[in-house]
Each structure stands twice: as structure tokens, then as C-alpha cells.
T-cell receptor
Framework: GAVVSQHPSRVICKSGTSVKIECRSLDFQATTMFWYRQFPKQSLMLMATSNEGSKATYEQGVEKDKFLINHASLTLSTLTVTSAHPEDSSFYIC??????????FGSGTRLTVV | AQTVTQSQPEMSVQEAETVTLSCTYDTSESDYYLFWYKQPPSRQMILVIRQEAYKQQNATENRFSVNFQKAAKSFSLKISDSQLGDAAMYFCAYRLGGGTYKYIFGTGTRLKVLA
């Protein structure tokens, strides 16, 4: 149980365009999901907490207008990287779990902005 | 602020041997949780083991066990009978209790298992 699916696994986009990443809880409802960013050979850094039916909570230093989060249902949260630039290239991972503890991770999305 | 430190960037272990990965953390809170996650080349984060700070007994999951020293703020992971499939990045993580779900991760230790 407690499976989190993330899509796409890899995406390449042109500079200036937007890209959407989906995070789904497959066998449970998730009122809270979490979005992390991982640079090569570095640790995971929490970007934001996604709350179903309300605004996301962003960590200090994360641009809200660049990283748009929508948690429209109990099983789906989306992260949209708007006007992407090469420095946004990274590995993005979501997590969720029953009761909101967020200890199950998706398989991640490798974003490359060219 | 809470911090998590993993002082070993890389460790090696011979297959079937035992290895210990170190983790220290800093917090002024009394209610928190500690975790070890494994990240293989696929980048999928896999929960290895977790420890509640209020429990004195060290957590164990098959070949994986922890040495939780609360006063010293130390949380090491012992892997017994190491297998080739154990090769991965291992991250130590801290989460505050009481309904706060933010995780803080250490910088990771790359474990190599030698055949």
C-alpha cells in the first residue's frame, strides 16, 4: 500500500516554456503532499507543502510565481514550473502518505531546460 | 533550527559484511522522528527504517537496525550481511512531531558494496 506515482519521469523543455509535473496517490487519499528538489549529488530540499483545497505553503526562498502548485483533489497534486530557465533544471520529487506524514516518495521527474 | 549531518560522503563494505552509516542531528525539540532512506540509481526514495524519539528501543527491520542515542543526538544505521542490492545513496532525515510534516535531510552517504 501507500503508492505514490509521479509523471513524467523525464521532460525536456525549451527555455521560457512551462512544464507540469503530476503527483498521484494511487491507493490512498492525500490531503497533504510535498514537493522536493534535488540537485545532482545533493540532498533533497523541501520546496513546498501542497494542501488539498487550499493554497500551498512554500519554503523560504522558493518563488511562488515560478513554481505553481495545485492540489485540486485528494489524489492529485501538480507542480508547474513556469517560464522555465536552464537553472530550473533539476530532479523534482513528491511525497505523500496516509494521514499526511509524507514518507512515501514518487519516482521523481528529471527536468532539463534547454 | 534543526539540522542533519552525515559526515561520511562515501562508504564501502564487502559483501556479507556489516557496515555502519553515521548521522547526527541538532534539535531542541523532544517530539520528533528519524528516518533512513535509500536512493538507488533509479532515484526512487525508499524508506529503510524509522525511529520515534520517544521510544528508547532501537528500531530494527530485517538486516537494518539503528543505534539511536538521543542524548548524543546520534542516529546511525547498521546494515548486516550486506548485499549488492544495498548499494545506493543513504539519506538520514528528521521530522518534527506534533503534526508538522516537514522533513530535513542530511547530505547523504554513498554506499558501495564490493563483491
Amino acid at each position: 500500500g501507500a503508492v505514490v506515482s509521479q509523471h513524467p519521469s523525464r521532460v525536456i523543455c525549451k527555455s521560457g516554456t512551462s512544464v507540469k509535473i503530476e503527483c498521484r496517490s494511487l491507493d490512498f487519499q492525500a490531503t497533504t503532499m510535498f514537493w522536493y528538489r534535488q540537485f545532482p549529488k545533493q540532498s533533497l530540499m523541501l520546496m513546498a507543502t501542497s494542501n488539498e483545497g487550499s493554497k500551498a505553503t512554500y519554503e523560504q526562498g522558493v518563488e511562488k510565481d515560478k513554481f505553481l502548485i495545485n492540489h485540486a483533489s485528494l489524489t492529485l497534486s501538480t507542480l508547474t514550473v513556469t517560464s522555465a530557465h536552464p537553472e530550473d533544471s533539476s530532479f523534482y520529487i513528491c511525497s505523500a502518505s496516509p494521514r499526511g506524514y509524507g514518507y512515501t516518495f514518487g519516482s521523481g521527474t528529471r527536468l532539463t531546460v534547454v | 533550527a534543526q539540522t542533519v549531518t552525515q559526515s561520511q560522503p562515501e562508504m564501502s563494505v564487502q559483501e556479507a559484511e556489516t557496515v555502519t552509516l553515521s548521522c547526527t542531528y541538532d534539535t531542541s525539540e523532544s517530539d520528533y522522528y528519524l528516518f533512513w532512506y535509500k536512493q538507488p540509481p533509479s532515484r526512487q526514495m525508499i524508506l529503510v527504517i524509522r525511529q520515534e524519539a520517544y521510544k528508547q528501543q532501537n528500531a530494527t527491520e530485517n538486516r537494518f537496525s539503528v543505534n539511536f542515542q538521543k542524548a548524543a543526538k546520534s542516529f546511525s544505521l547498521k546494515i548486516s550481511d550486506s548485499q549488492l542490492g544495498d548499494a545506493a545513496m543513504y539519506f538520514c532525515a528528521y521530522r518534527l512531531g506534533g503534526g508538522t510534516y516537514k522533513y530535513i535531510f542530511g547530505t547523504g552517504t554513498r554506499l558501495k558494496v564490493l563483491a
